[in-house]
């Protein structure tokens, strides 16, 4: 997975390093796709709710 915000790996949009507000984002929306795999893409929607 990747962040949408940076599209760097390895973390969530609201857990980016790089926003100023240091993220607090209710929903996500990742979308990934696998090298090596022309068809395979993979959509992830999430909500957190405290």
Do not use: M, N
Not at 22 to 39: C, F, L, P, R, W
């Amino acid at each position: 997975f990747k962040c949408y915000y940076c599209q760097e790996p390895g973390h969530f949009k609201k857990d980016c390093p790089r926003r100023k507000d240091g993220g607090s984002s209710s929903a996500q929306v990742i979308v990934d796709e696998e090298e090596g795999y022309e068809s395979v893409e993979a959509l992830i929607v999430t909500s957190w709710e405290p």
